[in-house]
Nanobody, 123 residues
Framework: QVQLVESGGGLVQAGGSLRLSCVAS????????MGWFRQAPGKERDMVGL????????YYSDSVKGRFTISRDNAKNTVYLQMNSLKPEDTAVYYC????????????????WGQGTQVTVSS
């Protein structure tokens, strides 16, 4: 079983920055497409960013493009989400996810999920 554990969430002021981390169990991390998703109260879970196995390709939602950066370190079984210029609208629970084979922003295409970490941005 693949386990994903997120960390790095917290409370920040608008305009500030946070870096989220997600550590995966197992020895096949490099075979997965990784993604970050978020879900605010009363809203659907939405894709934030995706990163390919070798980090050759990334994909972002329009709402975070230019502000957030997804990266991965396969030697450490870790994927990161650097969040800059945070806005109150970014407040949500952020989830790390892994997919065997997909290049889709749809949550249903991802096979494993972390427990989530809360990000709250004050105005």
């Amino acid at each position: 079983q693949v386990q994903l554990v997120e960390s790095g969430g917290g409370l920040v002021q608008a305009g500030g920055s946070l870096r989220l981390s997600c550590v995966a169990s197992g020895r096949t991390f490099s075979t997965y497409v990784m993604g970050w998703f978020r879900q605010a109260p009363g809203k659907e879970r939405d894709m934030v960013g995706l990163i390919s196995r070798s980090s050759s390709n990334t994909y972002y939602s329009d709402s975070v493009k230019g502000r957030f950066t997804i990266s991965r370190d396969n030697a450490k079984n870790t994927v990161y989400l650097q969040m800059n210029s945070l806005k109150p609208e970014d407040t949500a629970v952020y989830y790390c996810a892994a997919a065997y084979e997909t290049w889709s922003p749809r949550p249903e295409n991802f096979d494993y999920w972390g427990q989530g970490t809360q990000v709250t941005v004050s105005s």
